[in-house]
C-alpha cells in the first residue's frame, strides 16, 4: 500500500521541521519545502532512516513567482496528497513607515500569496477525491494589532479570515475536506532571530516549543477543528480580545512590553 503524502512548506526550520518529524512518525510521505536545501536533505534523509518513509527535499522560494508556481504544480499533479501544512512565513520589525517597504512586499507575497496559490492548487484535487487536510499557520497576531508589527499582523489576520471562510465554502459543498486556522503565540524557533526581536523582552511564561504546538494541532486535526490555538494563556488572550470593546483592546495593545520591543528608541531593550 502507498503511504499518504504530506506536504510542509518552511519545514527546515521551527515548527515546519516539526511537523516533519511528527507526520514522518505517523508514517506519511513526506515533501518538504524551503529555501535552504541543505537543511531539507539532511532532514529528509534522516527521517526516511528512523521511519521507512519516503521524504522529498524541494527546494524553493516562495515569495518568489517560479518558486510557488512550480510548487504548485506539483501538489496539483500529486493524488497522494492528504495533507498540506503552509507553514512557511516571516515578520518584520519596526513601525509601518520606518521598516524596509520591500521587506513587508516580500512578506506578504509569503504569508499571504503562497497560502493563496497553495491552498488554490491542492484544494480542487482534494475536494474532488473527497478526502484532505489543510493546514494554515496563523498566529494569536492575527487577532491583535501590535505597534512594530502592523504587517504582520494584517497578514496573520488574513491568513484566519481566508481559512474560516474556506472552512464554509466547504461545508457549502458538504466537503469532508479540513481546514484548520493554526494560531501559535511566541514558540521557540528561529523566528525572532530572522525578524531581529529580543527574546529576552517577552515574558518566559510565554513561550511555548514548537513540540507543543504542532501537538495542539495534529490533536486539533483529529477532532477537525478550525481555529487551534495551542496554550491555556493564548486561549485566554484570543477569548478576551475578541469580547473587549476596541478602546480597551487598543489600550492593552499599545502598552504591551512585547510590543514596544518591535520599536527603535523609547527605551524598549533593542
Ligand atoms: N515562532 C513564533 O513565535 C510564531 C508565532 C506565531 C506564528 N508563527 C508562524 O509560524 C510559522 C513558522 O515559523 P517558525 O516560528 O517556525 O519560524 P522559523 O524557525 O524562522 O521557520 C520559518 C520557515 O519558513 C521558511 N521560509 C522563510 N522564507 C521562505 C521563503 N521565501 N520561501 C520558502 N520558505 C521560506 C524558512 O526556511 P528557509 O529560510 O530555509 O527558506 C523556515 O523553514 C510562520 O508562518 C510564523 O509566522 C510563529
Same mark, same amino acid.
Given at each position: 500500500?502507498?503511504?499518504?503524502?504530506?506536504?510542509?512548506?518552511?519545514?527546515?526550520?521551527?515548527?515546519?521541521?516539526?511537523?516533519?518529524?511528527?507526520?514522518?512518525?505517523?508514517?506519511?510521505?513526506?515533501?518538504?519545502?524551503?529555501?535552504?536545501?541543505?537543511?531539507?536533505?539532511?532532514?529528509?534523509?534522516?527521517?526516511?532512516?528512523?521511519?521507512?518513509?519516503?521524504?522529498?527535499?524541494?527546494?524553493?522560494?516562495?515569495?518568489?513567482?517560479?518558486?510557488?508556481?512550480?510548487?504548485?504544480?506539483?501538489?496539483?499533479?500529486?493524488?497522494?496528497?492528504?495533507?498540506?501544512?503552509?507553514?512557511?512565513?516571516?515578520?518584520?520589525?519596526?513601525?509601518?513607515?520606518?521598516?524596509?517597504?520591500?521587506?513587508?512586499?516580500?512578506?506578504?507575497?509569503?504569508?499571504?500569496?503562497?497560502?493563496?496559490?497553495?491552498?488554490?492548487?491542492?484544494?480542487?484535487?482534494?475536494?474532488?477525491?473527497?478526502?484532505?487536510?489543510?493546514?494554515?499557520? %496563523? $498566529?494569536v497576531? #492575527?487577532?491583535? /494589532?501590535s505597534?512594530?508589527s !502592523?504587517?504582520?499582523?494584517?497578514?496573520?489576520?488574513? *491568513?484566519? @479570515?481566508?481559512?474560516?471562510?474556506?472552512?464554509?465554502?466547504?461545508?457549502?459543498?458538504?466537503?469532508?475536506?479540513?481546514?484548520?486556522?493554526?494560531?501559535?503565540g511566541f514558540t521557540y524557533?528561529?523566528f525572532h532571530?530572522?525578524a531581529?526581536v529580543d527574546r529576552a523582552s517577552i515574558p518566559k511564561s510565554f513561550w511555548m516549543?514548537?513540540?507543543?504546538?504542532?501537538? %495542539? $494541532?495534529?490533536? #486539533?486535526?483529529? /477532532?477537525?477543528?478550525?481555529? !487551534?490555538?495551542?496554550?491555556?494563556r493564548?486561549?485566554? *488572550?484570543? @477569548?478576551?480580545?475578541?469580547?473587549?470593546?476596541?478602546?480597551?483592546?487598543?489600550?492593552?495593545?499599545?502598552?504591551a512590553p512585547h510590543n514596544r520591543a518591535r520599536?527603535?528608541?523609547?527605551?524598549n531593550p533593542d
Amino acid at each position: 500500500m502507498t503511504n499518504s503524502l504530506a506536504a510542509i512548506t518552511g519545514a527546515s526550520a521551527g515548527i515546519g521541521s516539526v511537523f516533519a518529524r511528527k507526520l514522518a512518525a505517523q508514517g506519511y510521505d513526506l515533501l518538504l519545502i524551503a529555501r535552504r536545501g541543505d537543511r531539507l536533505e539532511q532532514l529528509a534523509a534522516e527521517l526516511e532512516r528512523a521511519h521507512q518513509i519516503h521524504v522529498e527535499a524541494c527546494t524553493a522560494d516562495l515569495s518568489a513567482v517560479e518558486g510557488v508556481d512550480r510548487v504548485a504544480a506539483r501538489l496539483a499533479a500529486e493524488p497522494r496528497l492528504d495533507l498540506l501544512v503552509n507553514n512557511a512565513g516571516f515578520g518584520v520589525k519596526g513601525r509601518f513607515w520606518e521598516a524596509p517597504l520591500d521587506k513587508q512586499i516580500e512578506m506578504h507575497r509569503l504569508n499571504i500569496g503562497a497560502i493563496l496559490r497553495l491552498t488554490h492548487a491542492a484544494l480542487g484535487p482534494m475536494v474532488a477525491r473527497g478526502r484532505g487536510a489543510i493546514i494554515n499557520v %496563523a $498566529s494569536v497576531a #492575527g487577532f491583535t /494589532r501590535s505597534p512594530g508589527s !502592523v504587517s504582520y499582523c494584517a497578514t496573520k489576520a488574513w *491568513v484566519n @479570515a481566508f481559512t474560516e471562510g474556506i472552512y464554509l465554502d466547504l461545508k457549502s459543498a458538504r466537503s469532508p475536506v479540513v481546514v484548520q486556522a493554526l494560531c501559535p503565540g511566541f514558540t521557540y524557533s528561529e523566528f525572532h532571530d530572522v525578524a531581529g526581536v529580543d527574546r529576552a523582552s517577552i515574558p518566559k511564561s510565554f513561550w511555548m516549543t514548537a513540540e507543543d504546538v504542532v501537538e %495542539a $494541532s495534529l490533536s #486539533g486535526l483529529r /477532532r477537525r477543528k478550525l481555529f !487551534v490555538v495551542p496554550g491555556w494563556r493564548y486561549k485566554l *488572550v484570543v @477569548a478576551l480580545v475578541n469580547r473587549i470593546p476596541v478602546r480597551l483592546r487598543l489600550a492593552l495593545e499599545a502598552g504591551a512590553p512585547h510590543n514596544r520591543a518591535r520599536l527603535p528608541g523609547r527605551g524598549n531593550p533593542d
